[in-house]
T-cell receptor, first 116, second 111 residues
Framework: GAGVSQSPSNKVTEKGKDVELRCDPI?????LYWYRQSLGQGLEFLIY????????KSGLPSDRFSAERTGGSVSTLTIQRTQQEDSAVYLC??????????????FGPGTRLTVL | RKEVEQDPGPFNVPEGATVAFNCTYS??????FFWYRQDCRKEPKLLMS???SGNEDGRFTAQLNRASQYISLLIRDSKLSDSATYLC????????????FGQGTTLQVKP
């Protein structure tokens, strides 16, 4: 079946411009996560959506970052007034939410953002 | 100090070698523990969960020491295809919620 998809796969933008990154989770997965990975670094949590609950935004690095999830499915991560330090790979993941064993997070291929 | 710390390596080993990766975590409230594998320029994928009693999956053995806040991964009889970055991951929230990743340990298996 289809995995997590993200678009665009690559985005080059100029400093100060806004960008939107899209994530399509696996069908039926109610939890959706955004992470970013800078060069040579581990993944850094950004935001987490679960069903209709208020999202966990504790990882967003500044108020230039925002995300929404419409209809409990597709999510968009928006970065306003991009800075060079925003350059990274932005990864989306989704998982089922249920009691019991760990609900594996399945990652998309990521969007590689380069801010010039 | 990072919440999850790993030796970044790289570890360069010959085929057939046994290699061990270590990881420490600082938050004693962490509840779930995992090893993910990430190939170059690819997304991370779950390798295995780590249970308190230790667990094995083929050539891979994972161990957890909650008292020392220490996690390990042992790979026996290394294959060329094991070359990747291995990410130590913890979850504070049980079976859902955000994952906290270590920086990763890079393994290069040589012929």
């Amino acid at each position: 079946g289809a995995g997590v998809s993200q678009s665009p796969s690559n985005k080059v933008t100029e400093k100060g411009k806004d960008v939107e990154l899209r994530c399509d989770p696996i069908s039926g997965h109610t939890a959706l996560y955004w992470y970013r990975q800078s060069l040579g670094q581990g993944l850094e949590f950004l935001i987490y959506f679960q069903g209709n609950s208020a999202p966990d935004k504790s990882g967003l690095p500044s108020d230039r970052f925002s995300a929404e999830r419409t209809g409990g499915s597709v999510s968009t991560l928006t970065i306003q007034r991009t800075q060079q330090e925003d350059s990274a790979v932005y990864l989306c993941a989704s998982s089922l939410v249920s009691s019991g064993d760990y609900n594996e997070q399945f990652f998309g291929p990521g969007t590689r953002l380069t801010v010039l | 100090r990072k919440e999850v710390e790993q030796d970044p390596g790289p570890f360069n080993v010959p085929e057939g070698a046994t290699v061990a990766f270590n990881c420490t975590y600082s938050n004693s409230a962490s509840q779930s523990f995992f090893w993910y594998r990430q190939d170059c320029r690819k997304e991370p994928k779950l390798l295995m969960s780590v249970y308190s009693s230790g667990n094995e999956d083929g050539r891979f053995t994972a161990q957890l020491n909650r008292a020392s806040q220490y996690i390990s991964l042992l790979i026996r009889d290394s294959k060329l295809s094991d070359s990747a970055t291995y990410l130590c991951v913890v979850n504070r929230s049980g079976n859902t919620g955000k994952l906290i990743f270590g920086q990763g340990t890079t393994l290069q298996v040589k012929p």
